[in-house]
């Protein structure tokens, strides 16, 4: 292979492989089968790597020379942890973020070994990871003191870990004991997520205001014990925060005399305050943040009313990403009246808007010509006029997620897509009247359980969305093993399908799957099958293909994992 193109020099095909990588490092696999030039050349492009289940040998960290970035979050890796922290210390990566999210309990041992092994690392993510205690918030200050980026959020209980003796570390939970170690130990911090400790207090605020002066994001939701006077000391102290998200019955953040948003120079640019009681006079006190707001996330709120929202639209006039989910105040005059404000938004979410109807989306697309990601799950779309008259397009729209309105229909949904034809992920989970899927080309996601979807629908995604990667189909019933043969034929860089609940397809078609298309790495098994350890293992060692639960999918997509 060396002989093909001797007069092409390196710099020639790193560029084109560099150019096949941009927009995923999938990509480079068919490639770098080709020989072992390319190979080198692809292993020296991929800075990021995403392991869900584990790894045969050798190790895949001495693999790539130029890793930044390692992801394990809520991979499928049983008592293995130890082994890929040991083997990523060994390797001598230089890696600047680390994800272990969902993983745990946390190897202590290896935790300090990586330490000493991987100064560089910057950037630790331990969301939702099993008995993280003071304990490991201790090893993980002493063990990695460059640390600027950390995230300890929704710790998971777990009662078979002990923590004897006493005094910091010996509670088991995550206290202001050893958040006030952290703040001491990692001063640089620039990010720390807090959310779901709920052992916390101010005392912690106060140490974090106190020793972490450069900090630019802080989270603290659901942490019951914080006040708005925690939170307003934080937001003077810390004059670079950027980024704030706090709830809880205890927090006013625009009280009289303790106004968060009303701290000299603030220029705070995201939001989030799901879940609280947001009364007019907060989202009044919001639109004071004026130009810099960029971000906010507003939830599950209880008294959003019009009058704030379209105030802080009128003022914010930057502002990019807009969550509006559940809010009881919306209907398709309401979104008319803040529509046109909203030129330079990106995301907006709307689900469990139940009044919307397609009426609002069509205001939506109309005046937010830069957006990428539309949510309108759980609302009335499907209903009053239809698309076909709208002549403009959106190109910039890849994610859009349209699950559980029943009203929505083939019909419907093709004229949606003739508006946003570049969409590169789409939901339709529990749509009864969807039964077919076409014009997408650049379509790599779609998510259609429990939808309408049959053989003849498949067939189409298969010819019109050659791309896809990952496809589910949980709870299907028109769905049997001819229509997933069809994808699996059509799709050549398929890597993940669900098919749990599907009661038309045997199990036994899960052996011609993977030898039928060698790039599947996951797959959840149809009807009520529930692979053994046993079956794990020989799918995992002889193809690559994990086996999981429809449960361990949903899990994933609910903590916001993407291929």
């Given at each position: 292979?060396?002989?093909?193109?001797?007069?092409?020099?390196?710099?020639?095909?790193?560029?084109?492989?560099?150019?096949?990588?941009?927009?995923?490092?999938?990509?480079?696999?068919?490639?770098?089968?080709?020989?072992?030039?390319?190979?080198?050349?692809?292993?020296?492009?991929?800075?990021?790597?995403?392991?869900?289940?584990?790894?045969?040998?050798?190790?895949?960290?001495?693999?790539?020379?130029?890793?930044?970035?390692?992801?394990?979050?809520?991979?499928?890796?049983?008592?293995?942890?130890?082994?890929?922290?040991?083997d990523l210390a060994a390797s001598g990566a230089r890696i600047r973020t680390l994800d272990l999210s969902g993983q745990g309990p946390l190897p202590l041992c290896r935790?300090?070994?990586?330490?000493?092994?991987?100064?560089?690392?910057?950037?630790?993510?331990?969301?939702?990871?099993?008995?993280?205690?003071?304990?490991?918030?201790?090893?993980?200050?002493?063990?990695?003191?460059?640390?600027?980026?950390?995230?300890?959020?929704?710790?998971?209980?777990?009662?078979?870990?002990?923590?004897?003796?006493?005094?910091?570390?010996?509670?088991?939970?995550?206290?202001?004991?050893?958040?006030?170690?952290?703040?001491?130990?990692?001063?640089?911090?620039?990010?720390?997520?807090?959310?779901?400790?709920?052992?916390?207090?101010?005392?912690?605020?106060?140490?974090?205001?106190?020793?972490?002066?450069?900090?630019?994001?802080?989270?603290?939701?659901?942490?019951?014990?914080?006040?708005?006077?925690?939170?307003?000391?934080?937001?003077?102290?810390?004059?670079?925060?950027?980024?704030?998200?706090?709830?809880?019955?205890?927090?006013?953040?625009?009280?009289?005399?303790?106004?968060?948003?009303?701290?000299?120079?603030?220029?705070?640019?995201?939001?989030?305050?799901?879940?609280?009681?947001?009364?007019?006079?907060?989202?009044?006190?919001?639109?004071?943040?004026?130009?810099?707001?960029?971000?906010?996330?507003?939830?599950?709120?209880?008294g959003v009313s019009l009058q704030g929202v379209s105030e802080v639209v009128q003022r914010c006039e930057l502002l990019e990403h807009l969550d509006l989910e559940a809010a009881a105040f919306l209907t398709d005059e309401a979104v008319k009246l803040i529509g046109f404000r909203l030129?330079?938004?990106?995301?907006?979410?709307?689900?469990?808007?139940?009044?919307?109807?397609?009426?609002?989306?069509?205001?939506?697309?109309?005046?937010?010509?830069?957006?990428?990601?539309?949510?309108?799950?759980?609302?009335?779309?499907?209903?009053?006029?239809?698309?076909?008259?709208?002549?403009?397009?959106?190109?910039?729209?890849?994610?859009?997620?349209?699950?559980?309105?029943?009203?929505?229909?083939?019909?419907?949904?093709?004229?949606?897509?003739?508006?946003?034809?570049?969409?590169?992920?789409?939901?339709?989970?529990?749509?009864?009247?969807?039964?077919?899927?076409?014009?997408?080309?650049?379509?790599?996601?779609?998510?259609?359980?429990?939808?309408?979807?049959?053989?003849?629908?498949?067939?189409?995604?298969?010819?019109?969305?050659?791309?896809?990667?990952?496809?589910?189909?949980?709870?299907?019933?028109?769905?049997?093993?001819?229509?997933?043969?069809?994808?699996?034929?059509?799709?050549?860089?398929?890597?993940?399908?669900?098919?749990?609940?599907?009661?038309?397809?045997?199990?036994?078609?899960?052996?011609?799957?993977?030898?039928?298309?060698?790039?599947?790495?996951?797959?959840?098994?149809?009807?009520?099958?529930?692979?053994?350890?046993?079956?794990?293992?020989?799918?995992?060692?002889?193809?690559?293909?994990?086996?999981?639960?429809?449960?361990?999918?949903?899990?994933?997509?609910?903590?916001?994992?993407?291929?």
């Amino acid at each position: 292979m060396e002989g093909c193109c001797p007069e092409l020099p390196e710099d020639c095909w790193r560029l084109i492989f560099a150019r096949l990588a941009l927009c995923h490092t999938r990509h480079l696999d068919s490639p770098s089968l080709a020989c072992k030039h390319f190979l080198a050349i692809a292993n020296c492009l991929v800075s990021s790597l995403t392991l869900r289940f584990p790894f045969r040998s050798p190790s895949p960290f001495s693999r790539f020379p130029n890793l930044v970035s390692v992801d394990v979050s809520f991979g499928f890796f049983g008592g293995q942890l130890d082994r890929l922290l040991r083997d990523l210390a060994a390797s001598g990566a230089r890696i600047r973020t680390l994800d272990l999210s969902g993983q745990g309990p946390l190897p202590l041992c290896r935790m300090k070994e990586l330490g000493r092994s991987v100064p560089t690392l910057k950037g630790l993510v331990c969301s939702r990871v099993k008995a993280l205690s003071d304990r490991v918030l201790i090893v993980i200050a002493d063990s990695f003191p460059n640390l600027e980026e950390l995230d300890v959020s929704y710790p998971v209980e777990d009662g078979t870990v002990e923590y004897p003796g006493e005094g910091l570390g010996s509670t088991g939970k995550v206290s202001d004991a050893g958040v006030e170690f952290v703040s001491r130990k990692l001063g640089n911090l620039l990010s720390l997520d807090l959310s779901g400790n709920y052992c916390i207090s101010d005392r912690s605020l106060l140490s974090i205001a106190l020793n972490c002066a450069s900090l630019r994001r802080l989270a603290a939701l659901d942490c019951e014990f914080l006040s708005g006077d925690g939170v307003a000391f934080v937001a003077s102290r810390c004059r670079d925060l950027e980024s704030l998200s706090v709830n809880g019955s205890r927090i006013s953040l625009s009280r009289p005399g303790a106004n968060v948003f009303l701290v000299p120079g603030w220029e705070l640019q995201s939001l989030d305050l799901s879940g609280m009681d947001v009364s007019n006079h907060l989202l009044l006190a919001i639109s004071n943040l004026g130009g810099s707001l960029r971000r906010l996330i507003l939830p599950r709120c209880e008294g959003v009313s019009l009058q704030g929202v379209s105030e802080v639209v009128q003022r914010c006039e930057l502002l990019e990403h807009l969550d509006l989910e559940a809010a009881a105040f919306l209907t398709d005059e309401a979104v008319k009246l803040i529509g046109f404000r909203l030129t330079d938004l990106k995301f907006i979410n709307l689900s469990s808007c139940h009044r919307l109807t397609n009426e609002s989306l069509r205001t939506i697309l109309t005046n937010a010509a830069n957006l990428e990601e539309i949510r309108m799950e759980r609302t009335d779309l499907g209903k009053g006029t239809g698309f076909s008259e709208c002549k403009f397009r959106r190109a910039r729209i890849r994610r859009l997620r349209l699950g559980w309105n029943k009203h929505l229909d083939d019909e419907i949904l093709s004229e949606i897509i003739g508006i946003c034809g570049e969409i590169k992920e789409l939901s339709v989970n529990d749509c009864l009247r969807i039964s077919r899927v076409r014009g997408l080309e650049k379509l790599e996601v779609l998510e259609a359980g429990r939808s309408g979807l049959s053989d003849e629908g498949l067939e189409e995604v298969g010819r019109s969305c050659r791309g896809m990667a990952r496809l589910g189909l949980e709870g299907c019933r028109g769905v049997t093993e001819q229509g997933v043969k069809e994808v699996v034929r059509m799709c050549k860089a398929l890597r993940e399908v669900n098919l749990s609940r599907c009661a038309r397809i045997w199990v036994g078609l899960l052996c011609w799957m993977v030898i039928a298309r060698p790039s599947l790495r996951r797959i959840a098994p149809p009807g009520d099958f529930h692979p053994s350890e046993a079956h794990k293992k020989i799918m995992l060692i002889r193809h690559g293909c994990l086996l999981c639960t429809s449960e361990e999918w949903g899990a994933e997509l609910r903590n916001g994992c993407r291929i």
